[in-house]
């Protein structure tokens, strides 16, 4: 079975113990201040040359 990442590593800032997401906080801290709100991107802007795709997504519930 196919899978398909849709988040990216340290980039939650909740700081949970047992959490295998995180592997730096110097780095969590940085992902969180390059975070746009209005960007489509989770980290950083869409900058000229990026593409993005739509991907189709089946469900096996």
Known sequence: ???V???AYDTCSHGCLYCYANTDTKTVH???RLHDP???LLIGRME???VVKERAIRSFT
């Open 38 to 40: 209005s960007s489509p």
């Open 48 to 50: 000229e040359g990026d």
């Open 5 to 7: 990442d849709i988040g």
């Open 1 to 3: 079975m196919q899978s």
């Open 30 to 32: 940085r992902n969180r």
